[in-house]
């Protein structure tokens, strides 16, 4: 159910903001930012128009539109944590800021996107997934990050000092994934303008307005969606493996908009040589997380914590298990183990938080969530542990 609240101009006219439930969040976010920063915008002529940084404006037209308050929630998140834009670049197209000792870039028309999943990913987007990432990732690693974006890891992975094989189809975020590895002097990754699949191919990018603006996939849905640009496509094990020489991959990273399966299938031989893997399903529909799961564990991973970092989507953490159960030199192919983890983040390898249980027995969600639920035993043995 919508509801509207009102803005009052200095004409002491009245602007309508919808509210719904896709947008409450935002809504929240960006009244408490106007409350606090009441010297920084005005309303005037069904227009908000805000200063963003010292003699930085920009204007939005009311009611605002979605990726309208994508930009603003975003811009409160920034303000919260006094980050600013240090000069503009290209003809005032794109910001740069810097934050942690690290710059970012920031574009005119994508301000929400280049945030979330740039400068303020670690801290805010994806705190539990960055958690991960530290945990895998190390100095003279690998890391290959299919679906880069613009960079929120590749730059930090570039920091840590790992060897950084980043893969972006989108042209445009390839260019800010670019100027940010650029603006911080890194060369120490390979960046690949391709889509990751199964096979080598020609394929359309397609607008994903579903997903929230200047999101694409590879796939139509079920109403067409818009093409903007043809992309080249290959198997991981085609566009990675030349890069690797005798390397193993400490993480590899795959988020690439519900096209994962294909992506999955097109590197088994680099799946080999991989101890850690992070991937987003979208949309995160029991039927694809489980197929996910199958296909990892087929290939010897194991399933170690996952997330929920935005709405339909669902984000897993595995690792390359070595304890499974083999025929020959091979995993048998129906079984992998899942970790079961303590509230205070504490495992073993064996005993009450280790278990290998057939895939086959795994039937539904709530099937896999009872399998990793807490017992207050696992929470008492993880504290005699600790202590």
């Known amino acids: 159910m919508e509801q509207h609240r009102p803005l009052h101009d200095s004409n002491g006219g009245k602007s309508l903001l919808k509210i719904s439930k896709e947008n409450v969040k935002e ?74 000792g690290l710059k970012w870039i920031l574009r005119d028309d994508s301000l929400a996107l280049d945030a979330d999943f740039g400068l303020l990913l670690a801290d805010y987007t994806e705190p539990k997934e960055y958690k991960w990432f530290l945990e895998a990732i190390h100095e003279n690693g690998v890391f290959v990050d299919s679906g880069a974006c613009v960079g929120g890891y590749s730059v930090r992975a570039c920091e840590i000092g790992a060897e950084v094989i980043a893969v972006e189809p989108d042209p445009d975020h390839f260019h800010v994934l670019s100027l940010n590895l650029e603006l911080n002097h890194f060369s120490n990754a390979h960046l690949l303008r391709i889509a990751a699949g199964s096979k080598e191919d020609l394929r359309q990018l397609y607008y994903a307005i579903d997903q929230g603006p200047h999101t694409y996939k ?33 993480l590899l990273k795959i988020d690439v908009e519900g096209f994962e399966a294909e992506v999955l299938k097109g590197a088994s ?15 995160a529909t029991e039927a694809k997380i489980l197929k996910v799961l199958n296909l990892l564990g087929s290939m010897g991973f194991e399933l170690i914590d996952k997330a929920y970092p935005f709405l339909e989507e669902c984000t897993l953490f595995l690792r390359k298990c070595y304890q499974a159960r083999a025929l020959g030199q091979e995993f048998y192919p129906h079984y992998f183990r899942l970790r079961k983890l303590s509230k205070i983040g504490m495992h073993r390898e064996k005993g009450t938080f280790t278990h290998l249980k057939a895939v086959s027995g795994i039937k539904s969600l709530k099937a896999l969530e009872a399998y990793l639920g807490y017992d207050q035993e696992a929470q008492d043995e993880a504290m005699e542990i600790s202590e």
Do not use: M
């Open 27 to 100: 809504i929240i976010s960006l009244s408490n930012w106007l409350a606090k920063f009441k010297d920084k915008y005005e309303v005037q002529n069904n227009e908000i128009n805000f200063e963003l940084w010292p003699d930085v404006f920009k204007s939005y037209k009311l009611p605002l539109a979605s990726e309208d308050l994508h930009d603003l929630h975003a811009l409160t998140i920034l303000s919260s944590k006094n980050i600013s834009a240090g000069e503009q670049i290209d003809h005032d197209k794109y910001f740069v800021t810097d934050i942690n």
């Open 218 to 250: 590879l796939e139509q849905d079920e109403e067409p969606l818009e093409a903007k640009c043809a992309v080249e496509v290959k198997p991981l094990d085609v566009a990675i493996l030349p890069f690797l020489g005798d390397n193993w991959i400490s």
């Open 269 to 283: 031989n680099l799946l080999k040589r991989t101890r850690y893997i992070i991937v987003e399903v979208s949309p």
